[in-house]
């Protein structure tokens, strides 16, 4: 499927439970691959995702079900971003790196 990545940017994100997560701020392409990898989304729904005081997130491409008028994703658990903070399991968690809420 071709699609013009200028017409991605400001399109509406929901998940397949029909959550609002956001808008696509921007796209991100692997050049060596020559596909889209992933998306810069802003207008976080909360309830989407706890990203406290950050402007966005990235989608991975792959949560990806559809495109067309909306971007539809696959429904994921409630998720924080995390900075600088050691996990439950003791191990390190990288700035920017997604934890699930719900597990």
Do not use: C
Not at 10 to 27: L, S
Request: net charge negative.
């Amino acid at each position: 499927m071709e699609i013009e990545l200028s017409s991605l940017y400001g399109q509406e994100i929901y998940t397949d439970r029909g959550m609002y997560v956001g808008k696509v701020e921007d796209v991100n392409v692997d050049i060596t691959e020559k596909r889209i990898s992933g998306f810069a989304v802003r207008d976080i729904n909360p309830n989407a995702f706890d990203v406290g005081n950050k402007l966005g997130v990235i989608i991975p491409y792959r949560w990806v079900m559809a495109m067309g008028d909306i971007v539809l994703i696959k429904h994921v658990p409630m998720r924080r971003i995390a900075t600088k903070e050691r996990g439950e399991e003791g191990g390190e968690k990288r700035e920017g790196e997604e934890i699930n809420n719900e597990e």
